[in-house]
């Protein structure tokens, strides 16, 4: 075989139209093997020997897209020094852009021999393990632009490949849990029903099936268990795992940008699947071990961990911060990602030991030019000592803001001692991003994600019910501030399910009129039950997958309705924090950009937060001066608006504010279930909601003789649990 000298850059196979560069990183190589494997499993290899800066490379001008390889690396096999070369093991290149097959669980897998951790195992890999394939770059976008969707008018789904696709009726059975599955226009549709600007997709990155799993009958399906932080999931394509996975998901890609709505990676670079030191060797253990991952200082056999998975990657080591980063700017250079959401984001930021703002990675994004243009979402935690760090990350970054979720769930099943807080989180979350120069988008605001119930779920059940895990229902959460509103699971009582049904509206029009960016858990807008299991990460099955024959149809309708007066009124999706000046007015003197009223109408004082259990407000937004659009795109200056807030178990009475804030008010929301009451609300009058529920009201133009009301939602009879 003809074999060229090659470049050490870029890293991973190249293929340039004619032939292939490979490149490959370790700084503990002695010798590296590049390995071709032909299509009956036989292996050719080609020892590289050009080595630049520890970048091992050739160029191969016969090798085209489909061809399989990996690399046998050489060098110390000492795991108390942190060294655990073996050339017996055939590894994935980290670089891989697409990988061809999966792991199976073989003790070739492993470095060591079951029981004796100490022992070396130099039992072949090659035919248990998965490999890099070759791709072809080249792709024919048609003038693919990415919708630049600007946070403030960014409504954010999140989703599952597989489980958002798989039982869709109108998904051709072959394109059922796969990107092209995504992409079909019945799933678009849906979406954009809903209003949703950007579907953020769970785990893409190509990942392993977990063996304790398998032997279980069950199956890594959340894929938090990365291998190849370039390479599309292979088994969610529609058309091949030679390489055809990249262009299906460019496909994707390409019409759901063609339909307004951006794709946000959900990105997990704070560990990989090779685990601790009892795991197997697949790619970057065996490649250069020390320069991965996070080596205990004084025993370098075992692994730090701050993820909770046995490993932690190092991003103290450049070469693993450039792995970071190449792989970031490739899936939005190449792929067209509009964003990326970072999976226990705080352990990127340990370069020492504590969390630090500052660190190297956060640096290294915050001044390259492509990275720092897109979104970037932070879940702001990891298991690791102060790894709580909800309001601490920089400035050009979201997060999932874990605590709007905690106070949200807690008013609304009654809470004692809430309602300060509520406002805090209803307003855009001031306390935690405004001191940082962050304005109310850096909050994502959720109730529900894929880690924890459902939204049904959380108003059905009291306790986790995860016993088809097969841990005992240890696993999962079990402070999850739910209320199964007087039953524990499915019921008939017509009473339990209106009241359900009413609570579920209460979420999702809090979120969906909070400032900040709302974030929707696929399903949670049509009902979507796991029977009470809060951590479905192992269920590949109807547990897990959306069930679109058993659509909540009003629920859905609501969410619509909710998220078009969003969309229609600025005064929802604000750029800036309220500053409520002034405080106390005087005579004639303008409304502030927000008042907190009580129940008889008047201004809250500052002794009024804390009085009594706190389970009711009322709040005005001022929209004089906002601009937005009418329903035909038309500019207009957005009008008032009304908020009431009912937590008690008891019909509450509000006295509507003074004549300044508006002569008039129309009732646009309901959630109590009992529709939309037709004609004008004078000020100073007497306003009934309904327990556990909330209004809005919008002030009314006194010029028109039938205001619109196209945005209020139909509210229907809930159907059974």
């Known amino acids: 075989m003809e074999v060229w000298p090659g470049s050490a850059y870029p890293l991973g196979a190249t ?48 090798i085209q897209p489909g061809q399989k390889y990996g690399y046998r690396v050489h060098g110390p096999y000492d795991p108390a020094r942190g060294q655990r070369c073996n050339p017996n093991k055939l590894l994935l290149d980290p670089y891989a852009k697409a990988v061809a097959g999966q792991v199976h669980w073989h003790p070739a897998m492993f470095s060591h021999n079951f029981g004796d951790p100490s022992s070396r195992n130099d039992q072949d890999s ?41 039982l869709h009726p109108e998904v051709p059975k072959e394109q059922r849990g796969t990107y092209a599955g995504v992409a079909h226009p019945a799933v678009i549709a849906h979406l954009q029903r809903l209003g949703i600007t950007a579907i953020e997709l769970m785990p893409v990155h190509q990942f392993v099936n977990d063996g304790t799993l398998q032997e279980k009958g069950l199956s890594n399906y959340w894929g938090y268990n990365t291998i190849g932080f370039f390479a599309p999931q292979n088994t969610y394509s529609s058309i091949g795992q030679m390489g055809q996975q990249v262009q299906d998901f460019k496909a994707m890609v390409r019409s759901l940008h063609r339909a307004g709505i951006e794709v946000i990676l959900d990105v997990v670079y704070n560990h990989t699947a090779e685990g ?132 949200v769930r807690d008013f609304w099943r009654g809470e004692p001692a809430t309602l300060g807080e509520f406002a805090s ?42 016993d ?106 604000r750029s800036t924090f309220f500053d409520g000046r002034p405080v106390r007015r005087g005579k004639g003197e303008k409304l502030p950009d927000i008042v907190w009223l009580n129940e008889d109408g008047m201004e809250m004082l500052p002794e009024d937060w804390g009085r009594g259990f706190g389970r009711t407000i009322g709040v005005f937004l001022n929209g004089d001066g906002i601009q937005g659009r009418d329903d035909r795109g038309r ?40 529709g939309v009451e037709r004609g004008p609300i004078g000020a100073g009058s007497v306003l009934k909601v309904a327990a556990k529920s909330m209004a809005v009201l919008r002030a009314r133009d006194l010029t028109q003789t039938e205001p619109n009301l196209s945005v209020a939602p139909g509210l229907q009879s809930p159907g059974p649990a």
Request: proline share 5%; aromatic share 12%.
């Open 468 to 573: 088809a895990n097969g841990e005992g229902n240890r696993d999962g959460e079990s402070h999850n501030r739910s209320w199964n509103c007087g039953v524990e699971g499915p019921t008939t009582d017509p009473t339990v399910l209106a009241l359900r049904a009413r609570q579920q509206r209460n979420f999702i029009a809090t979120m969906l009129l909070s400032q900040g960016v709302p974030m929707i858990a696929h399903g949670d807008e049509m009902g979507r039950t796991q029977q009470g299991n809060n951590n479905v990460y192992c269920q590949d099955s109807t547990l897990s997958w959306i069930d679109w024959d058993a659509v909540d149809l009003p629920l859905m309708d609501f969410t619509s309705a909710v998220n078009r007066l969003r969309a229609q009124h600025p005064t929802f999706r």
């Open 15 to 62: 293929f340039d139209g004619m032939g292939t560069n490979f490149a490959l990183f370790s700084e503990a190589a002695t010798a590296v093997e590049l390995c071709l494997i032909a299509g009956d499993g036989t292996e050719t290899r080609v020892e590289l020997l050009e080595a630049d800066g520890y970048v091992w490379h050739c160029y191969l001008p016969q």
């Open 276 to 407: 601790n030191h009892l795991g197997p060797t697949l790619s970057f253990r065996g490649i250069d071990n020390a320069a991965y991952y996070r080596l205990v200082e004084d025993d370098k056999q075992y692994y730090v961990d701050y993820t909770g998975t046995g490993n932690t990657l190092n991003v103290r080591q450049p070469h693993s911060l450039q792995l970071l980063m190449d792989s970031l700017r490739y899936w939005v250079t190449e792929m067209h990602v509009d964003g990326f959401r970072f999976d226990l984001a705080a352990a990127l930021a340990r370069e020492f030991y504590d969390v630090d703002r500052l660190s190297t990675f956060f640096e290294l994004v915050q001044q390259d030019p492509i990275v720092s243009q897109v979104k970037l979402i932070a879940e702001p935690w990891d298991v690791g000592p102060g790894g709580y760090q909800v309001g601490n990350f920089p400035p050009q970054w979201t997060e999932w803001n874990g605590k709007y979720r905690d106070t």
């Open 425 to 466: 989180r209803l307003t855009g979350s001031a306390d935690l991003y405004e001191r940082s120069g962050r304005r109310p988008v850096a909050s994502i605001n959720f109730v529900t994600a894929h880690d924890g119930f459902t939204l049904r779920d959380l108003v059905s059940y009291n306790q986790k019910h995860n």
């Open 635 to 674: 500019r207009i200056t957005d009008v008032n608006f009304l908020l009431y807030f009912n937590a008690h178990d008891d019909d509450i009475k509000f006295t509507l504010p003074a004549v300044e804030f508006a002569e008039a008010w129309d009732m646009v929301i309901n959630t109590a279930g009992t």
């Open 126 to 166: 090659a035919p248990h393990t998965m490999l890099g394939v070759v791709i072809n770059p080249f792709f024919d976008w048609a003038g693919d632009r990415p919708p630049r969707i600007p946070y403030h008018r960014s409504v954010i789904y999140e989703a599952h490949v597989k489980g958002l696709t798989e």
